[in-house]
């Protein structure tokens, strides 16, 4: 009776053990999307179609690399398939019509999960109708680069 006691324990033990080492997994990559979307809006900030092709190209390799089931709140593959577009095109308009999207499941899942230490702002550009995510409070506007630089507001602070 003991042994089966013990044995008991040992495996709901392990089974927790093994649940918070998942969950620690899962939120790891959420600060490393964080940033490879940053590098995206700052080359669309910057009007650089070939730069944000290329870090759009990084994205979909990191998302390729992560569990389905470990990105909450939000489908992986909606994330994958509008980063994927991003990266075929070189296109600057293309790609900020298609940053519209990816940036409303990227606001999503910042809502769902830690991203980081810092604090991550929410910024509306009231002429495109769009949301993204900044690491600064600054209107630095991906939709318009520099014709329409600071043309937006922070709608919201995700601690």
Wanted: net charge positive; aromatic share 8%; hydrophobic share 40%.
């Amino acid at each position: 009776m003991k042994k089966i006691l013990l044995l008991v324990a040992l495996s709901a033990t392990l089974f927790t053990l093994n649940s918070f080492s998942q969950d620690s997994t899962k939120q790891s990559y959420l600060p490393q999307l964080l940033s490879l979307y940053y590098g995206i809006k700052d080359a669309l900030v910057a009007s650089n179609a070939a730069t944000a092709a290329l870090k759009a190209g990084s994205f979909v390799k990191a998302v390729q690399e992560i569990d389905a089931t470990s990105i909450p709140g939000t489908s992986i593959s909606i994330l994958l398939k509008d980063a994927g577009k991003i990266a075929a095109t070189k296109n600057l308009e293309k790609q900020r019509e298609i940053f519209a999207g990816f940036s409303s499941n990227m606001v999503a899942l910042a809502k769902t999960g830690k991203l980081g230490d810092k604090p991550v702002y929410e910024a509306y550009c009231p002429m495109k109708k769009s949301s993204w995510l900044s690491s600064e409070k600054a209107i630095k506007n991906p939709y318009y680069g520099s014709s329409m630089l600071t043309c937006g507001e922070v709608t919201s602070t995700i601690q």
